[in-house]
């Protein structure tokens, strides 16, 4: 009677144990952490740009008032020219629109016809920094010179820069922050150091650090918002600001890694705008706006007469 009483008491109690947690005998691969985990590669928002391939001057379509936005943000549009005003958020390609887009495509050398082709969808849906090209108050009428520019370099409106008395720049990041942009950031700074009159070293102390460095996440409260996984990567502020901000939202990783942003090279594009350069048009140099994954960038001649036309050196 022994055997049958173990073998019915052992029946009672895997019943107990089913009832109390039914998921007990699920595999790991169908337990809801392991479905989450593959469910993490969220969408671009850059993704609405594709429905708009083809649009032009007197079209009405879904995203373009989005394109709107992202063309006043970086400097294309002004969002309070007063010629326009019913059209300034609404989904109608108007002419300061056309305008707009002809300015973006004059400045990364795309054919400029004012159309949504597929080389301009294509170019915009790229990561980038989230630092203006232009400043916002700029003249509609600036593509136009464009092309007449004997240098690629820009500088931030005003060309602020640093004082002649400051040429140490101490830098820091937030306590617990990830190391491995330790090291980025100063293979960054070490850069540039060689080729300005600057010197960088990093102090324990964030907040009386010259350049503050640190990841934030969407709205951070500096009035420039991040916008998730593969828009904007990074921006900063022009001298003597000094705060530099990495998107926590993308993958990042201090080396070449396919899928993954470099923080050695990012960091090296926004160290340039904390020194006060603006974006260029020099595809080689790391002042251009447009950063891919998985590569490592050094400077460009383009960056260095930049820095050096900037500081008279």
Not at 42 to 54: V, W
Not at 127 to 135: L, N, S
Request: proline fraction near 7%; include cysteine; charged fraction near 20%.
């Amino acid at each position: 009677m022994e055997p049958k009483f173990l073998h019915l008491l052992s029946c009672i109690i895997l019943l107990l144990l089913l009832l109390l947690n039914p998921f007990s005998l699920f595999t790991h691969a169908n337990s809801p952490h392991h479905h989450h985990q593959l469910n993490t590669q969220k969408p671009s928002p850059m993704n609405f740009l594709k429905t708009l391939i083809g649009a032009r001057k007197g079209t009405t379509s879904k995203g373009i008032s989005q394109l709107k936005k992202y063309l006043s943000h970086f400097g294309y549009m002004n969002r309070n020219n007063n010629t326009t005003p019913t059209h300034q958020t609404d989904d109608f390609f108007d002419d300061n629109l056309e305008l707009a887009v002809k300015s973006y495509q004059t400045f990364f050398k795309l054919a400029v016809n004012g159309i949504m082709d597929a080389n301009t969808v294509a170019k915009m849906s790229r990561p980038r920094c989230g630092v203006p090209d232009f400043g916002l108050n700029r003249s509609d009428q600036l593509y136009l010179r464009i092309p007449t520019l004997a240098s690629h370099y820009t500088f931030f409106p005003g060309e602020p820069k640093w004082p002649a008395t400051k040429r140490s720049l101490t830098y820091s990041f937030p306590p617990g922050e990830r190391s491995d942009v330790n090291q980025a950031i100063l293979h960054a700074s070490q850069i540039w150091a060689n080729v300005s009159p600057f010197r960088f070293s990093y102090i324990p102390n964030y907040d009386q650090a010259d350049i503050k460095i640190s990841f934030q996440y969407r709205d951070h409260g500096d009035g420039f918002p991040f916008d998730g996984p593969g828009g904007i990567l990074a921006h900063a502020f022009a001298p003597t600001d000094g705060r530099l901000h990495y998107d926590g939202d993308e993958r990042w990783v201090d080396g070449v890694t396919p899928g993954a942003f470099d923080l050695q090279t990012v960091g090296l594009h926004e160290l340039g705008h904390v020194l006060g350069l603006g974006h260029t048009t020099d595809g080689g140099a790391v002042m251009n706006p447009y950063i891919g994954a998985g590569i490592r960038k050094f400077l460009g001649q383009d960056d260095i007469n930049g820095i050096k036309a900037l500081y008279h050196f």
